[in-house]
């Protein structure tokens, strides 16, 4: 007998092993979504400096533009001033030249026309002073419009360069965007998945019930297992349904990461059998009033309110719309449904 104990061996252990897989697979899974949070960061950051350096480059397109019209405006302007100059330095040369044949014709009459003569002179003499001004002010002109020229050559490259910059940070925003659509839409993956993994637990804690249904992405509590007739305050056996569902809500919270916005809906619903009852003047307030009981005992469990959202529908979104007590008792309901915020 002592040598068969001798010869009996222990099993091995591998339970520390396990235990360091796991915990090192939960610290990749928590590096990868630390990492995904802080390029998301970074994304938003980069798109919002990319926004204001859009906005800058376009009202700076703007003021060059505005300038650019007035300077052609100034430029119109100078060489219809040109062409007035011009055209009355035409008229008084004609002039000029008349008045000079008028006096080589009085300069062989009588000898008594010194003094118009004289006059006549002194016209020319005259006219001759205004003909230097205006080539003077027609020269001037030129000058100020082969400087207008160069301002407007200048500032035509300088509105071909901003808006090249502009479809440069144009190109560079499209693709922000696209990349930001990817993770918009990777969010909405995870939270479907974090919603199919919520209602398992459901259908986990309320399996075997037939007062319990899943109907598209809601689950239904009928409003006799929360609510007695015509009335708001939770029965006890609905309060034990609530807490049950409230656990699963709370381990929802820890898991799902606090970057993506999301929100249970609890929909009150009615019959549509009136009611009117100094509490409940109608089949809103009443299912108000039970949509609003049901959030209330779930931030008393420990959920978060700005993680629910109730709403009272009263009559008018039935599941059957027969006319018979089945049909009623059907449409008698709270719903749940996880959705985005």
Known sequence: MALVRGRTTERPNFWPGYVDALSSLLLVIIFLLSMFMITQFFLNQEILG???????????????????????????????????????????????????????????????????????????????????????????????????????????????????????????????????????????????????????RLREI???????????????????????????????????QISALAEAILELETEIPSDIPWVLRIDGHTDRRPISTPQFPSNWELSAARAISVAKLLVE????????????????APLDPADNEDAYRRNRRIEFKLTEA
């Open 50 to 200: 990319r926004d204001t350096a859009l906005s800058r480059l376009n009202a700076q397109i703007a003021e060059l533009t505005e300038l650019l019209q007035l300077e052609q405006a100034g430029a119109e302007e100078l060489e219809l001033s040109i062409a007035s100059l011009s055209a009355t330095l035409a008229g008084v040369e004609n002039e000029r030249d008349s008045l000079q044949s008028e006096l080589a014709g009085l300069g062989a009459g009588l000898a008594d026309s010194d003094s118009t003569i004289s006059g006549l002179e002194s016209a020319l003499a005259d006219e001759q002073e205004i003909s230097s001004e205006a080539q003077a002010q027609v020269a001037l002109l030129n000058q100020q419009l082969a400087a207008l020229r160069q301002q407007i050559g200048a500032l035509e490259a300088a509105l071909e360069s901003s808006e090249l910059r502009d479809s440069e940070s144009r190109t560079q925003i499209a693709d922000l965007g696209r990349r930001l659509n990817v993770a918009l839409a990777q969010r909405v993956q995870d939270l479907s998945r974090y919603r199919s993994d919520f209602f398992g």
């Open 206 to 240: 309320l399996e075997g019930r037939s007062d319990v249904q899943v109907v598209g992405d809601r689950f239904v509590f009928q409003s006799e297992v929360l609510f007695d007739a015509g009335q708001a305050v939770i029965s006890a056996e609905g309060e034990v």
């Open 301 to 316: 469990q420990g959920v978060s309110p700005n993680r629910l959202l109730a709403a009272g529908f009263g009559e008018f």
